[in-house]
């Protein structure tokens, strides 16, 4: 489904001429029908001859009311023109024509109305050659110019041919799978409850689907949906939807907030965008200006920074950066307008070109600069690259969305990218990661590990959990790395450590000795060697706990080391002991290696916690049966 929308001069004609097409009046407010002037958005739909339904906005065209205008034509896909043959081109009519111009509304064509009051052709000549002067080197500058009148239906069949034939042009709005509802009506009817209208973006939405009020984080649900008054199972995108609402009270909606599904977007109070301003204003635009911003249904008062040029003068472009007084939601690619609020004015617009910048700019930091440049006009490749560089290692799915592209354009740029080795995929392709930032970071993991093997050249390896935190990642990203580092044999993991591949520790011929006499001790009493407490007495706690880390031996209690081939051999007792009688007891070992309580209870203890045995009462049971290594 297509959405249309109305523009021009007060009193030309606009919501007349739609209520000739479509039967509809879209004045429905009574202070509108009284003074026969569109105050609030007006909708309304029409059936072309060829049987597709398109909406229609229509907008309210005094100037006391171009705020009204600016929140109903950010969703629509062509512009109806609309200028009084009587009366011309008229001040509204040049603000309306900016702002359409601005906003880039792809496609539209001219309606010259009220021609039953023109008795003189020329003068209809005269108006349509001033108005082509004025369409000139803008968006309609080649739109197809309609004489109609709303009164006699003259010209109405060739103004809906027309329409149908530019849209018929124009691709329906992309399926994104990530909706958006920007809000331009909210109210309640008796049974229903809450209500809002707005023209659907970016993905479907369906009843019974939970969804979020932006940027409050209000949840609710959908109760029904409504497209031209026609209940629907499912909106689509493009279409002028009604979402009644449950779980959410009227007075907690306003007009500018978003319907999304939960999770899916994140609102911003910082946006840098590429701003043109129009060439006909009276002024430059300074930094620290305040203006008013305008962003799909959201009106918004921003203070401006100025990047790159000391000012922005009338008829120029620049980067921007808006910083809202309260928090919008935003896309990259997304439309928007500034007026001055005071005296009231249109004077520019553009594009957002990063909705999230992670600080405020330098005004001249032209590494800055040359990233804004690239989201603006780079190719896909770049556009991806940039978002992959400023949010970091991220699912494929999080940075398409942030990118603006569509999942087919994006999916193929980061692919590209992947083969000619600038984008990494990681875990199994859950996360991508610029190759530029995976080489940084892991240099930065060898490094340390390097640093940790020096500082401590009697450690097998450093704890992963350690040197994750030095390093200030996120688990999912740093175990990603690791395990691409283990594959190519840079890193090696023992259990919780990680050290550099090949790297043993290396004794000094006192620190062997010292070892030698230790393990002289254990030789003499095996089954009640010394504690852990007199071994690190008599050799010192580093020389300990290396022997522990490299196998020479094993802590089977808090104070019991054994050395391995006594601990096998009091292991592979237990199984045999426990397969020939079912069962062992503490006295039983005790006394079999004619050892203390103390070195048969940790024994016994170390076996259940290695999954070998398993205790019932005061006996050891296998855990597996078949256990015999």
Same mark, same amino acid.
């Given at each position: 489904?297509?959405?249309?929308?109305?523009?021009?001069?007060?009193?030309?004609? !606009?919501?007349?001429?739609?209520?000739?097409?479509?039967?509809?009046?879209?004045?429905?407010?009574?202070?509108?029908?009284?003074?026969?002037?569109?105050?609030?958005?007006?909708?309304?739909?029409?059936?072309?001859?060829?049987?597709?339904?398109?909406?229609?906005?229509? #907008?309210?065209?005094?100037?006391?009311?171009?705020?009204?205008?600016?929140?109903?034509?950010?969703?629509?896909?062509?512009? $109806?023109?609309?200028?009084?043959?009587?009366?011309?081109?008229?001040?509204?009519? &040049?603000?309306?024509?900016?702002?359409?111009?601005?906003?880039?509304?792809? =496609?539209?064509? %001219?309606?010259?109305?009220?021609?039953?009051?023109?008795?003189?052709?020329?003068?209809?000549?005269?108006?349509?050659?001033?108005?082509?002067?004025? $369409?000139?080197?803008?968006?309609?500058?080649?739109?197809?110019?309609?004489?109609?009148?709303?009164?006699?239906?003259?010209?109405?069949?060739?103004?809906?041919?027309?329409?149908?034939?530019?849209?018929?042009?124009?691709?329906? &709005?992309?399926?994104?799978?990530?909706?958006?509802?920007? #809000?331009?009506?909210?109210?309640?009817?008796?049974?229903?409850?809450?209500?809002?209208?707005?023209?659907?973006?970016?993905?479907?939405?369906?009843?019974?689907?939970?969804?979020?009020?932006?940027?409050?984080?209000?949840?609710?649900?959908?109760?029904?949906?409504?497209?031209?008054?026609?209940?629907?199972?499912?909106?689509?995108?493009?279409?002028?939807?009604?979402?009644?609402?449950?779980?959410?009270?009227?007075?907690?909606?306003?007009?500018?907030?978003?319907?999304?599904?939960?999770?899916?977007?994140?609102?911003?109070?910082?946006?840098?965008?590429?701003?043109?301003?129009?060439?006909?204003?009276?002024?430059?635009? !300074?930094?620290?200006?305040?203006?008013?911003?305008?962003?799909?249904?959201?009106?918004?008062?921003?203070?401006?920074?100025?990047?790159?040029?000391?000012?922005?003068?009338?008829?120029?472009?620049?980067?921007?950066?808006?910083?809202?007084?309260?928090?919008? %939601?935003?896309?990259?690619?997304?439309?928007?307008?500034?007026?001055?609020?005071?005296?009231?004015?249109? *004077?520019?617009?553009?594009?957002?070109?990063?909705?999230?910048?992670?600080?405020?700019?330098?005004?001249?930091?032209?590494?800055?600069?040359?990233?804004?440049?690239?989201?603006? *006009?780079?190719?896909?490749?770049? *556009?991806? $690259?940039?978002?992959?560089?400023?949010?970091?290692?991220?699912?494929?799915?999080?940075?398409?969305?942030?990118?603006?592209?569509?999942?087919?354009?994006?999916?193929?740029?980061?692919?590209?990218?992947? #083969?000619?080795?600038?984008?990494?995929?990681?875990?199994?392709?859950?996360? %991508? *990661?610029?190759?530029?930032?995976?080489?940084?970071?892991?240099?930065?993991?060898?490094?340390?590990?390097?640093?940790?093997?020096?500082?401590?050249?009697?450690?097998?390896?450093?704890?992963?959990?350690?040197?994750?935190?030095?390093? !200030?990642?996120?688990?999912?990203?740093?175990?990603?790395? =690791?395990?691409?580092?283990?594959?190519?044999?840079?890193?090696?993991?023992?259990?919780?450590?990680?050290?550099?591949?090949?790297?043993?520790?290396?004794?000094?011929?006192?620190?062997?000795?010292?070892?030698?006499?230790?393990?002289?001790?254990?030789?003499?009493?095996?089954?009640?060697?010394?504690?852990?407490?007199?071994?690190?007495?008599? =050799?010192?706690?580093?020389?300990?706990?290396?022997?522990?880390?490299?196998?020479?031996?094993?802590?089977?209690?808090?104070? %019991?080391?054994?050395?391995?081939?006594?601990?096998?051999?009091?292991?592979?007792?237990?199984?045999?002991?426990?397969?020939?009688?079912?069962?062992?007891?503490?006295?039983?070992?005790?006394?079999?290696?004619?050892?203390? &309580?103390?070195?048969?209870?940790?024994?016994?203890?170390?076996?259940?916690?290695?999954?070998?045995?398993?205790?019932?009462?005061?006996?050891?049971?296998?855990?597996?049966?078949?256990?015999?290594?």
């Amino acid at each position: 489904m297509q959405v249309i929308g109305t523009a021009g001069h007060v009193d030309h004609g !606009k919501s007349t001429l739609i209520k000739a097409l479509t039967g509809i009046n879209p004045d429905r407010l009574k202070a509108e029908q009284d003074r026969e002037m569109s105050i609030e958005l007006g909708f309304a739909w029409l059936t072309l001859p060829n049987g597709e339904e398109i909406g229609i906005v229509d #907008v309210p065209g005094h100037r006391d009311f171009i705020e009204n205008m600016l929140a109903g034509v950010g969703g629509i896909d062509a512009v $109806l023109f609309v200028v009084a043959a009587d009366e011309g081109v008229m001040p509204q009519t &040049r603000e309306h024509l900016a702002i359409i111009d601005l906003l880039q509304i792809p =496609i539209g064509l %001219v309606a010259l109305t009220k021609i039953d009051l023109v008795d003189d052709p020329d003068w209809l000549d005269l108006v349509e050659s001033d108005l082509k002067s004025t $369409l000139a080197n803008t968006v309609l500058a080649d739109a197809p110019i309609i004489r109609v009148s709303a009164r006699t239906g003259e010209g109405l069949p060739t103004l809906i041919d027309a329409l149908q034939s530019i849209l018929a042009e124009q691709p329906h &709005r992309t399926d994104l799978g990530r909706p958006r509802l920007p #809000v331009d009506r909210v109210f309640t009817l008796p049974g229903f409850g809450t209500i809002v209208t707005g023209t659907l973006m970016d993905g479907q939405l369906a009843v019974g689907d939970s969804v979020e009020v932006l940027p409050a984080h209000i949840e609710g649900r959908i109760r029904s949906l409504q497209t031209h008054k026609q209940s629907e199972e499912k909106a689509l995108p493009g279409g002028r939807t009604a979402v009644n609402l449950s779980g959410v009270s009227v007075d907690k909606i306003n007009r500018g907030d978003v319907i999304a599904h939960p999770d899916t977007y994140q609102p911003t109070t910082m946006m840098d965008v590429w701003c043109s301003l129009i060439k006909d204003t009276d002024q430059s635009l !300074k930094h620290n200006s305040e203006v008013k911003l305008f962003l799909g249904a959201a009106e918004v008062m921003a203070r401006v920074r100025v990047l790159g040029v000391e000012e922005l003068q009338p008829g120029k472009d620049a980067f921007l950066q808006l910083m809202l007084e309260s928090p919008v %939601v935003a896309l990259r690619q997304d439309r928007f307008i500034i007026r001055r609020p005071s005296p009231a004015a249109t *004077i520019g617009g553009g594009q957002v070109v990063d909705p999230h910048p992670k600080r405020r700019h330098k005004r001249f930091n032209h590494e800055r600069l040359k990233t804004l440049e690239n989201l603006l *006009i780079g190719t896909p490749e770049e *556009i991806i $690259l940039e978002t992959v560089l400023k949010l970091g290692p991220n699912p494929l799915t999080e940075i398409i969305q942030a990118s603006g592209l569509t999942d087919e354009v994006a999916k193929k740029a980061a692919e590209n990218l992947r #083969v000619s080795g600038k984008l990494i995929a990681l875990s199994d392709n859950r996360l %991508v *990661i610029a190759a530029d930032a995976a080489q940084r970071i892991n240099s930065a993991i060898l490094e340390n590990l390097q640093s940790f093997h020096k500082q401590n050249p009697l450690r097998s390896g450093m704890p992963g959990e350690q040197l994750k935190s030095q390093l !200030k990642l996120k688990s999912t990203l740093f175990n990603a790395l =690791i395990d691409q580092l283990t594959a190519s044999e840079q890193v090696e993991q023992l259990e919780a450590k990680l050290r550099i591949k090949g790297h043993r520790v290396v004794f000094t011929e006192k620190q062997q000795a010292s070892i030698n006499r230790l393990l002289q001790e254990y030789a003499k009493q095996p089954y009640s060697p010394p504690s852990y407490k007199q071994s690190v007495d008599s =050799i010192g706690e580093d020389l300990v706990t290396a022997l522990i880390e490299t196998g020479g031996l094993i802590q089977v209690g808090e104070d %019991v080391l054994l050395q391995p081939d006594i601990y096998d051999e009091m292991r592979n007792s237990v199984i045999n002991h426990i397969q020939t009688q079912g069962e062992i007891t503490l006295g039983e070992l005790r006394d079999k290696f004619q050892t203390s &309580r103390k070195y048969a209870v940790a024994v016994l203890e170390y076996l259940d916690q290695t999954g070998v045995t398993i205790r019932r009462g005061d006996k050891r049971m296998l855990r597996r049966l078949n256990t015999l290594d």
